[in-house]
């Protein structure tokens, strides 16, 4: 491959890296409960699954696995999934702070 090419598979690399990141810390701010509220599977396989999906991205980022192989891209969909079905489905059920405990559905009482 070409130069340029190799440069621009290692910056897609580092976003996928930047997104598989950004699943794991938003998963380890979901309480548990609210992936069973949700229907989903439980927090600690999603845990297991992102530290593993980013450590196979970190290595695809600094070029120890080659980019082009199928670990980086599955990594990359493990993340994706969790983004856009399993994160949109918990987000109701994570605490927000700042309420207060006398709030009604459309604010406090």
Request: with cysteine.
């Given at each position: 491959m070409?130069?340029?090419l190799n440069y621009f598979f290692w910056f897609l690399a580092i976003i996928a890296f930047g997104f598989e990141l950004w699943a794991l810390?938003?998963?380890?701010?979901t309480p548990a409960?609210?992936?069973?509220a949700a229907d989903k599977q439980n927090k600690n396989l999603w845990l297991i699954l992102l530290v593993?999906?980013?450590?196979?991205?970190l290595g695809g980022a600094?070029?120890?696995l080659h980019l082009l192989s199928?670990?980086?891209?599955?990594?990359?969909?493990?993340?994706?999934?969790?983004?856009?079905d399993v994160?949109?489905?918990?987000r109701q059920y994570r605490k927000r702070g700042g309420g207060s405990s006398s709030s009604g559905p459309y604010g406090p009482w």
């Open positions: 070409s130069q340029g810390f938003d998963a380890l701010r409960g609210a992936y069973a593993v999906a980013c450590v196979v991205g600094v070029n120890m199928i670990l980086p891209i599955a990594a990359f969909l493990v993340a994706a999934i969790y983004l856009a994160r949109p489905a918990v």
